[in-house]
């Protein structure tokens, strides 16, 4: 039976995969590649946000009934993070690779922390709230 923390985790992977694919493609000036390469990290942690925003975490917080802990504190986070995303498409545009980088790394110090709270936090909870019906909540965040 597959988890939400395995699910989720996986496609935390995939993310950062593109992230670091990007960050070189841009650190070796190469634009055309990087602009395309950031489109599709952004793309895939967007959905992932919504993955989490549409379906986990209500899912967590009717189940609970907590909507002020961790489920508030991760789209706190997600907003600072799509800011970031808005600040590195503009330093994409103006090809800015000094601008591009250091906004990287804020990014990814950002997203580790993020990434651990709710893989060893989060999604541990809602396998345990759900249970055998977490497949049923994967394939609900999936479908988003």
């Known amino acids: 039976m597959q988890t939400v923390t395995e699910t989720m985790v996986a496609d935390h992977h995939r993310c950062d995969e593109l992230f670091a694919e990007t960050e070189t493609q841009v650190a070796n000036g190469d634009w055309t590649q990087g602009g395309k390469g950031f489109a599709a990290f952004r793309e895939a942690v967007e959905r992932h946000f919504s993955m989490e925003e549409e379906v986990l975490f209500p899912g967590f917080e009717q189940q609970t009934g907590q909507t002020m802990g961790p489920?508030?504190?991760?789209?706190?986070?997600?907003?600072?993070?799509?800011?970031?995303?808005?600040?590195?498409?503009?330093?994409?545009?103006?090809?800015?690779?000094?601008?591009?980088?250091?906004?990287?790394?804020?990014?990814?110090?950002?997203?580790?922390?993020?990434?651990?709270?709710?893989?060893?936090?989060?999604?541990?909870?809602?396998?345990?709230?759900?249970?055998?019906?977490?497949?049923?909540l994967i394939q609900q965040a999936e479908s988003v």
């Not at 601008?99 to 651990?116: A, F, K, R």
């Not at 709270?117 to 049923?136: F, H, N, P, S, T």
Request: hydrophobic fraction near 40%.
């Open 71 to 136: 489920t508030r504190m991760m789209r706190m986070e997600h907003t600072q993070m799509r800011q970031l995303f808005s600040d590195l498409a503009d330093a994409v545009e103006q090809q800015d690779k000094d601008q591009y980088l250091g906004l990287s790394e804020t990014l990814m110090m950002i997203m580790q922390q993020h990434n651990m709270k709710e893989e060893q936090v989060l999604y541990r909870m809602i396998d345990q709230i759900y249970g055998e019906q977490a497949a049923d």
